[in-house]
């Protein structure tokens, strides 16, 4: 079973910077570059929305909300899935979770939670 463990939430100023990771461990059914990786995140009393993704090989994608502030990678070798994200406002306030899919199944970590306020 594969563990996904995301770490690098905090407390931040409005106009701040973040990096976000997240270490696959446990056992994986294949190598950890198979897996379509992403970022999710929930606001409180909001639906969980798509942060951003990156496939294997392929181009990352973002949610408008995003776009332009924030940076999706992987290091394939490290097993560890990153998102930068800088310009931080208010309303990216929300607790943020990484997945990995791949051949129907799923798998969550437990979210760091990441705080804008002045």
């Known amino acids: 079973q594969m563990l996904l463990v995301e770490s690098g939430g905090g407390l931040v100023q409005p106009g701040g910077s973040l990096k976000l990771s997240c270490v696959a461990t446990?056992?994986?059914?294949?190598?950890?570059?198979?897996?379509?990786m992403a970022w999710y995140r929930q606001a409180s009393g909001k639906q969980r929305e798509l942060v951003a993704r990156?496939?294997?090989?392929?181009?990352?994608e973002y949610a408008e909300s995003v776009k332009g502030r924030s940076t999706i990678s992987r290091d394939d070798l490290k097993n560890t899935m990153y998102l930068q994200m800088t310009s931080l406002k208010p309303e990216d306030t929300a607790l943020y979770s990484c997945s990995a899919m791949w051949g129907g199944q799923d798998f969550w970590g437990q979210g760091t939670q990441v705080t804008v306020s002045s």
């Open positions: 990156i496939k294997n090989g392929g181009t990352p």
């Open positions: 446990g056992s994986f059914l294949r190598m950890f570059s198979d897996y379509d």
